[in-house]
């Protein structure tokens, strides 16, 4: 009966696209390509790109040292801050709930912005001398950023491309880990070797990354434009993205082994930048696709979809409300169900969540934060602490896009639980924290890439692990949530432990050379003993770390034997259904 109204609406839809000759065509293939979600997913990666300043920390820390006269406790409890910011995101979790993405990014901006800007004036003496709690909240301030950007991104992709999930959270962070080498590559091009300002470029060229997307970043519901060949594009990513990461391995040991003038950094830096941009062309190839299949599809309609205009859906039961106790505690729903924020945040997983992050990430944290004074208390030249940033940023990349795609890879073939994954990761940043404890020639670097490798994986797997026994509902919440043992472990290990350890060891140099500390600006350790004690501690906790993964692989092992993603692809074959009677 419906038939002939609806042919009248597509074929009049079709004639309306199909006007106006070659610029109209034009038109409507650019609005297309940047209102796709393939867009949407190349602007991610760019902005994700920008979102891992923290992991620069390691190649200005010197500067914020040496030109307000810190010594090491002090430093580390600034880089505190910063895992502290970097990791406190529930605020940008409970603000996405209630805004659309583009209010996130821009918050993000601002926020970004300000903080790296006022670290920048006070290195630089464009403002008096600050307190330490000031330097303490401007770094605080400047991390935080990347909480705005990764809840506005993560989980508006996640949800476009949901039944792949490990895949876009690994290349998602995995552009996020090599945004310190990308980064360093376009400081230097600008700027040369000058490390304080490298401090104002992650002020504004994150920020600016923010703002000219920021529209770009949105859910797109149209199930219908989903290719049959969807995980084959992400390989294609992957493959750009691994290009990236060997080209900026490459050029980082270049450089290390040969002078380069500035317009070698600047071809280098271009070469970067070109394949950062590489992603758009399988994008607007993609988004064409789409486009004709679009064309083709419109002036048909099935009988099939105008019976479904009938549809009936069932009506919903009632049911008496259980008390909030009952709810929270004893009602809680199964595994890969919605669970609310407060039944989350008090269950049993979600507790060893935050243990697993208090040891993995706190200990990894601690290393990122004291890589700089690791090889100058070894005797590494400035030149080779730049390049340990480096290949920690590569490496953490390569953990990255590891625990995204081998993670998806093992659970969906082999049912490999990603506990279990997690519990593997950890293991390895124990060997790589037992190689800063005992040194020997050249370890850093091999240091420098386990960490970096573990690091890395450790942040998808934990998102996945979150999506996956806690549901998608209020997933921009509960991811920031556990994230939470990562800042008080980087307190506990970094500030209480490692910082005091470390100026310890220097009071016995100035002890021994008969020098006083008030005639000392800048208190500095040279040798092996200097990180032994605190980095034998740290792979002791990383240890534990992966013990307690241990007992959530065996809570879990029943739910990761069964089909994980089933209830996403019955609620999406439900929305199919809805959207197909509409």
Request: glycine share 8%.
């Amino acid at each position: 009966m419906n038939e002939p109204k609806v042919l009248s609406k597509s074929i009049t839809a079709v004639a309306r696209r199909n006007g106006g000759g070659r610029g109209s065509e034009s038109y409507r293939l650019a609005v297309q390509v940047i209102q796709g979600r393939w867009f949407s997913l190349f602007a991610s990666f760019l902005i994700m790109a920008g979102a891992g300043a923290t992991y620069l920390f390691g190649i200005y820390s010197k500067d914020i040292k040496t030109t307000l006269g810190y010594d090491q406790t002090t430093l580390n409890l600034i880089g505190f801050f910063k895992d502290l910011g970097a990791n406190i995101g529930v605020i940008s979790g409970l603000i996405a709930e209630v805004t659309p993405t583009w209010c996130l990014l821009l918050i993000g901006a601002a926020v970004n912005f300000t903080g790296y800007f006022m670290i920048w004036l006070s290195v630089t003496h464009r403002l008096p001398e600050p307190r330490i709690w000031q330097m303490c909240l401007y770094m605080c301030i400047a991390a935080n950023a990347q909480n705005f950007e990764n809840t506005g991104v993560l989980v508006t992709t996640l949800r476009n491309f949901l039944e792949n999930r490990g895949v876009v959270l690994g290349l998602l962070k995995g552009f996020t880990g090599l945004s310190g080498a990308i980064m360093a590559q376009i400081y230097l091009a600008v700027y040369g070797d000058d490390s304080k300002a490298l401090i104002l470029l992650i002020a504004w060229l994150p920020a600016a990354l923010s703002v000219v997307f920021v529209y770009t970043i949105r859910e797109i519901n149209d199930v219908k434009t989903k290719p049959s060949n969807e995980l084959r594009v992400f390989y294609h990513f992957l493959y750009i993205s691994i290009v990236l990461a060997l080209f900026i391995m490459g050029i980082t040991i270049a450089q290390k082994l040969v002078t380069f003038s500035p317009v070698a950094y600047a071809g280098s830096s271009t070469a970067v930048c070109f394949l950062l941009f590489s992603p758009l062309f399988i994008s607007i190839k993609q988004e064409l696709a789409i486009l004709k299949n679009t064309n083709q599809e419109s002036i048909i309609v099935s009988e099939v979809e105008a019976q479904n205009l009938d549809h009936e859906q069932d009506e919903e039961q009632e049911q008496s409300k259980p008390s909030c106790f009952e709810y929270i505690f004893l009602n809680k729903p199964e595994r890969g169900e919605d669970y609310s924020i407060l039944q989350a945040l008090v269950s049993t997983d979600m507790t060893i969540l935050y243990v697993a992050t208090f040891c993995g990430l706190g200990t990894s944290f601690t290393a990122v934060d004291n890589l700089g004074q690791i090889g100058e208390s070894l005797g590494y030249p400035r030149k080779s602490i730049s390049t340990f940033v480096s290949l920690l940023s590569i490496w953490n990349y390569f953990g990255r896009i590891f625990a995204g795609f081998v993670s998806e890879h093992l659970l969906v073939t082999y049912k490999f639980p990603r506990p279990l994954m997690m519990t593997l990761v950890l293991l390895l940043s124990c060997m790589g924290h037992l190689l800063i404890a005992f040194p020997f020639t050249g370890s850093v670097y091999i240091a420098s890439i386990i960490i970096g490798f573990s690091f890395g994986a450790q942040l998808p797997l934990l998102f996945a692990i979150v999506s996956e026994l806690f549901g998608l509902k209020h997933f921009t919440t509960l991811f920031n949530c556990a994230q939470l043992g990562s800042p008080l472990g980087s307190y506990v290990l970094n500030v209480r432990v490692t910082g005091p350890m470390y100026d310890r060891e220097a009071m016995k140099v100035l002890e021994r050379r008969g020098l006083d500390r008030s005639v000392v600006k800048e208190l500095v350790c040279i040798g092996k003993q200097c990180y032994r004690r605190s980095f034998m501690v740290l792979a002791g906790v990383c240890c534990f770390g992966a013990l307690a993964t241990l007992v959530l692989v065996a809570r879990t092992r029943e739910f990761y034997n069964g089909d994980v993603y089933r209830k996403f692809r019955e609620e999406k074959g439900m929305k199919k259904t809805q959207d197909s009677s509409l």
